[in-house]
């Protein structure tokens, strides 16, 4: 039961994240209003409980060796293709969560969120969710491809 457990929630995670990072960058290409801030950041807060989601419950997999032992995953390049898929995807997430902390606690603050959040800023924010969502497509299909025993080393 626990590796139902722990792939149904890795799946879950999977479509809360998807879905998160696609609704952040449809609220940031918006014009710039409080509503469309929070709109981004309540996906943005979705986003980070999916992406610790994944973390948890993909090492829990792998080191746990609840699927297959960690030697079959390491040896198989459809996992490190999707592994290092996941590391551009963390990489290019590092300026848009600083961005978005800062906005965070700006709205705390104050309701005028034109005067603190450059339009352009935004717009760069919702190009890059875009693009880690397309990330996260393509590793989709490298895992469902590893799942039918592809990638794996001779």
Do not use: C
Not at 27 to 48: C, I, K, M, Q, Y
Not at 83 to 110: D, H, N
Not at 111 to 116: A, F, K
Request: aromatic share 8%.
């Amino acid at each position: 039961m626990l590796r139902v457990t722990l792939a149904a929630t890795h799946l879950i995670a999977l479509g809360l994240g998807l879905g998160a990072v696609v609704t952040r960058g449809n609220a940031l290409r918006e014009p710039v209003s409080t509503n469309s801030l929070r709109r981004a950041l309540r996906a943005d807060g979705a986003w980070g409980l999916a992406a610790a989601l994944w973390l948890a419950t993909g090492l829990w997999r792998l080191l746990g060796e609840t699927e297959k032992a960690v030697g079959y995953y390491l040896h198989n390049s459809l996992f490190v293709t999707k592994m290092g898929l996941f590391a551009v995807v963390l990489a290019l997430e590092i300026w848009p969560m600083v961005m978005l902390l800062k906005w965070r606690r700006a709205l705390q603050r104050s309701n005028l969120m034109q005067h603190i959040v450059a339009p352009a800023t935004a717009r760069r924010i919702a190009t890059i969710s875009y693009i880690e969502a397309l990330l996260i497509l393509l590793m989709v299909f490298a895992a469902s491809a590893m799942a039918r025993g592809l990638g794996v080393r001779s």
